[in-house]
């Protein structure tokens, strides 16, 4: 794809993202209780969600009808160009009115991403990446943070219900008794976003979907991070575990955080 086609469709998600922040907004700020359906245990769907995701839709497919679309409400499949997207990444913070959720949208083409964005509504943060030309939040340049050791980081480990509890809770044993600060924010999206602008070291989860993750992968690669391999072995359209953090951290926790889709948590040693 030809860098002026991938130029407009970053141009685009940006667009996009903001529209649909409207709306996020409106259900965010009305005051009323948001109402919300279980789609499974701390997985929820509200109608920000629906109403975000037609919208999203609807204009990729008025806008660039030969691509893709793969969405975390409306669900999709592979093609050469394809659209990722979240339309509310930290669903349970926006349900419960915790200001910490995202639009997350990603361009992936022919095997990579290529444009990502991630957008905050309240905080009106809007955190933006090309390949190979940076990483950005509000037009400033962003970079990860320079961290010294883990006595120095602070990693956010997201919990997913498709592991298995005692899993999560061996991870978080492991951060903690290496010496990381933990905190778990509830959103891949953001927490990734905030690697990338270096607010905190590392962002973890020991399975997450491509809607989660592919736009703030490519935030913290673009601002000088390391990233998994989440495309492997099938990543894109069934999910796998993650990390992503300042590289000075990396083989500390490369040593801790499972990347296999069914390998165990470690233990060090
Ligand atoms: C969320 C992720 C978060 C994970 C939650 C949930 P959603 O995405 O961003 O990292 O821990 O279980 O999957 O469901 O709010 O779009």
């Known amino acids: 794809?030809?860098?002026?086609?991938?130029?407009?469709?970053?141009?685009?998600?940006?667009?996009?993202?903001?529209?649909?922040?409207?709306?996020?907004?409106?259900?965010?700020?009305?005051?009323?209780?948001?109402?919300a359906t279980e789609k499974g245990a701390h997985d929820l769907?509200?109608?920000?969600?629906?109403?975000?995701?037609?919208?999203?839709?609807?204009?990729?497919?008025?806008?660039?009808?030969?691509?893709?679309?793969?969405?975390?409400?409306?669900?999709?499949?592979?093609?050469?160009?394809?659209?990722?997207?979240?339309?509310?990444?930290?669903?349970?913070?926006?349900?419960?009115?915790?200001?910490?959720f995202a639009v997350s949208i990603a361009f992936h083409a022919q095997g990579r991403t290529e444009s990502g964005v991630v957008y905050n509504p309240v905080t009106d943060e809007m955190f933006a990446a090309r390949r190979g030309l940076g990483a950005f939040c509000n037009q400033r340049p962003i970079r990860v943070r320079d961290t010294r050791d883990a006595t120095d980081a602070v990693v956010d480990a997201g919990y997913s219900l498709k592991r298995p509890v005692a899993d999560y809770v061996v991870l978080v044993g492991e951060l903690v008794g290496n010496g990381y600060g933990f905190l778990q924010n509830g959103s891949a999206a953001l927490g990734l976003a905030q690697v990338a602008c270096g607010r905190i070291d590392g962002y973890c989860e020991l399975f997450l979907n491509s809607w989660d993750v592919l736009a703030g992968l490519l935030l913290v690669e673009e601002a000088g991070g390391w990233v998994s391999d989440f495309t492997a072995d099938g990543g894109l359209l069934h999910g796998n575990p993650v990390l992503a953090c300042t590289p000075s951290i990396r083989q500390s926790l490369q040593g801790l955080v499972p990347l296999g889709r069914n390998e165990p948590v470690k233990r060090a040693g």
């Open 45 to 100: 769907l509200t109608q920000a969600d629906l109403d975000i995701d037609r919208l999203l839709i609807d204009r990729l497919r008025e806008a660039f009808p030969e691509d893709g679309i793969l969405t975390e409400e409306s669900g999709g499949s592979a093609a050469t160009n394809l659209w990722v997207i979240d339309p509310i990444d930290g669903t349970l913070n926006f349900a419960r009115q915790i200001p910490h």
């Open 1 to 35: 794809m030809h860098n002026s086609d991938i130029a407009r469709r970053h141009e685009f998600a940006q667009e996009i993202a903001r529209e649909a922040g409207v709306i996020a907004r409106r259900y965010f700020g009305s005051g009323d209780r948001i109402q």
